[in-house]
Nanobody, 126 residues
Framework: QVQLVESGGGLVQPGGSLRLSCAVS????????MAWFRQAPGKEREGVAG???????SYADSVKGRFAISQDNAKNTVFLQMNSLKADDTAMFYC????????????????????WGQGTQVTVSS
């Protein structure tokens, strides 16, 4: 099991940017997938962006071209760069991880990730 700690959330104006970080502790293995999810009040948790150790990247249609997921293996950290933020992006953002690789269609499924962080709040408002 790994431990995940998110940071970087906050209040930002529409059109602004934020960079979320997910610090990973514990051994996740040589093959893995990690992803960012978000949950707005009254809505289901949804996948935002995912990255796997074989190089696969996946983004929700709603964030393509605005968000970018990346990782720093040396620092065991996964990032989510969020640009051109909108009010609809307001949500609690969670980092998740699982051992093993996934197919393209599974990377952003919430039901197959084993380890989750506590979340970091992102609020987009003027």
């Amino acid at each position: 099991q790994v431990q995940l700690v998110e940071s970087g959330g906050g209040l930002v104006q529409p059109g602004g940017s934020l960079r979320l970080s997910c610090a990973v502790s514990g051994y996740i293995g040589s093959t893995y997938c990690m992803a960012w999810f978000r949950q707005a009040p009254g809505k289901e948790r949804e996948g935002v962006a995912g990255i796997c150790s074989d190089g696969k990247l996946s983004y929700a249609d709603s964030v393509k071209g605005r968000f970018a997921i990346s990782q720093d293996n040396a620092k065991n950290t996964v990032f989510l760069q969020m640009n051109s933020l909108k009010a609809d992006d307001t949500a609690m953002f969670y980092c998740a991880a699982r051992r093993g690789l996934l197919g393209w269609t599974a990377i952003l499924r919430t039901d197959i990730y084993n380890d989750w962080g506590q979340g970091t709040q992102v609020t987009v408002s003027s």
